[in-house]
């Protein structure tokens, strides 16, 4: 079970990137990341997108380290994230 604020590593395959703007302005980015166990959302802000955003893309393997904002559903808050190259 996770709780709101709980940190971990995950790693999966990135869709539905939604690129949009925070209510401050900020550019940022609504995905989905799967691996077998099921799908979570997750939430990209700000420098996180303005760090990794332009080297995502849909269908892409990642490692993520990501921080529970919801959880029912599972909403994630990515912290740190790794792209998975040759897969």
């Not at 079970?1 to 790693?11: E, L, M, P, Q, S």
């Not at 799967?34 to 420098?47: N, P």
């Not at 990501?66 to 909403?75: G, I, Q, R």
Request: proline letters at 2%.
């Amino acid at each position: 079970k996770c709780w709101k604020g709980d940190v971990f590593h995950i790693r999966g395959i990135v869709n539905d990137i939604k690129v949009t703007k925070s209510r401050q302005g900020e550019p940022m980015a609504y995905l989905k990341i799967e691996d077998v166990s099921g799908s979570a959302s997750a939430t990209l802000f700000g420098k996180e997108w303005l760090k990794y955003g332009k080297l995502l893309k849909d269908n892409q393997l990642v490692k993520a380290t990501v921080a529970v904002y919801k959880e029912k559903p599972l909403s994630l808050t990515i912290r740190e994230l790794l792209i998975i190259d040759g897969v």
